[in-house]
């Protein structure tokens, strides 16, 4: 199977230093109020992935920043945001929308495979009435999607678990390997649940699965938790993933055996003390700092999230590079749409 | 029906546009109705027209109708009958 999994750290770092050098003098040349912030900063060029200079995330719902000119816009993204809060705009040209969806197509099938499996959609097709403007969840379902043929949506329009078109497709495809999407929350409450109280056979599944912890954190269920109670109901094969509109189609996925978040060849976390920004050792928390070559069109390459997460360990996991794990978000951070997907629920 | 006229019926069928509408220079997003959803449904139906299945990459690189013509051509369907 072809993965994006490959690079030893050493190796990576070569790499993305020279290509993420280069991107952060193509966007200095190329988004006026980015080359300012750069010369506020007196960067001067980098030695380390580490040295790279980074964006606070939150600076997106500040600035319009983007490094193509205004004809070239091909799409403009915008993040789920809380009520009343701003919410952040990522510009795409047609390059990098196209490119985004293939390094996204190229990470998920390092563990599907290059063959489309039937596909559960454990949310609602309500959610795609407004075909102009879904919400971040429902682009989320929809770019997911593609992995899929045969789909089947497992809530109904009013949010209800249609248990009977689960029984329906796990009858006609439940005897070969089969994809599961949907968000963390919902995927424990709608879907290990019920599973578990009609005896529903998941055990060729594959669930993929982001969204939050938050939740489930109120309601005492650890990332351990879910995949041992997954397990009872024969789900073994799980994957969470962490990612961010800010860097669309980089998605740093949950290796086989679990427990850790791994760094696609194209893209890497440093996590830093959000006192010193120094970067933290291995094992020590800190603010997740997430770097990625795919933004071209606007200077999102290297981004100060206001996420808490912790390297477990560098080339020592399922895949080589850094594992870490997500820990929650850094308490004084505004509420965030992404941790509470389940609200706007049907 | 020719397999390029069973393509277009199926463009024209998913992407719910007139009996008549022009498809051979259509390009992904840039008709309003060939959105991420109707991709989808686009798929599906160019699956069950010539009994194929498509793989994840060229579902993503499905981008055209020209370049439906030669994803589907990879998969033993005929355009120059």
């Known amino acids: ?346 | 029906m020719s397999n390029l006229q069973r393509l277009r019926e199926a463009f024209r069928t998913s992407l719910d546009l007139p009996a008549d509408a022009p498809v051979d220079e259509l390009q992904y997003q840039d008709n309003e109705k060939w959105d991420s959803l109707a991709h989808m449904s686009l798929v599906a139906a160019l699956e069950d027209e010539f009994s194929v299945m498509i793989d994840t990459d060229d579902v993503i690189n499905m981008s055209s109708f020209t370049e439906a013509v030669s994803i589907l051509g990879k998969y033993g369907v005929d355009f120059n009958e």
């Open chain 1, 1 to 346: 199977m072809s993965s994006v999994f490959t690079l030893s750290q050493a190796a990576k770092e070569e790499v993305l230093l020279k290509e993420l050098s280069a991107l952060t003098e193509h966007h200095r040349e190329n988004c006026e109020p980015y080359a300012r912030i750069l010369a506020a900063n007196g960067y001067q060029g980098a030695t380390s992935v580490e040295g790279l200079p980074w964006l606070p995330v939150r600076l997106f719902k500040n600035l319009e920043l983007k490094s193509i000119p205004d004809d070239e816009v091909y799409k403009v993204l915008t993040s789920s945001g809380t009520t009343g809060a701003e919410v952040s705009k990522i510009y795409l040209d047609k390059a990098a929308a196209g490119e985004q969806t293939r390094k996204l197509g190229a990470t998920v099938q390092s563990v599907l495979g290059p063959k489309r499996l039937p596909m559960i959609l454990v949310d609602t097709k309500a959610m795609l009435k407004d075909r102009k403007s879904f919400s971040a969840r429902g682009a989320g379902v929809l770019g997911m999607s593609n992995f899929g043929r045969n789909h089947v949506w497992a809530l109904d329009n009013e949010g209800h678990v249609d248990v009977e078109a689960l029984k329906g497709f796990l009858e006609q495809y439940g005897d070969e390997p089969f994809l599961i999407f949907g968000f963390t929350y919902l995927v424990w409450l709608h879907l290990y649940e019920v599973a578990l109280e009609n005896d529903l056979d998941l055990s060729n599944g594959i669930l993929i699965h982001s969204g939050g912890w938050k939740k489930l954190v109120d309601q005492a269920v650890s990332p351990e938790e879910f995949r041992k109670r997954l397990a009872a109901v024969g789900l073994t094969k799980v994957h969470n993933y962490y990612g961010m509109i800010e860097q669309i189609g980089t998605i740093f996925l949950e290796g086989p055996t679990g427990g850790s978040l791994y760094c696609p060849d194209f893209a890497d976390v440093v996590i830093r003390d959000p006192e010193t920004w120094a970067e933290q050792p291995v094992g020590k928390p800190g603010l997740i700092e997430v770097i990625s070559t795919l933004p071209t069109s606007y200077p999102g390459h290297v981004l100060l999230t206001e996420d808490l997460g912790v390297v477990h360990g560098v080339d020592d996991g399922d895949w080589p590079g850094k594992r870490f794990s997500v820990l929650g978000r850094l308490p004084r951070a505004e509420a965030r749409g992404c941790s509470d997907t389940y609200r706007e629920a049907a």
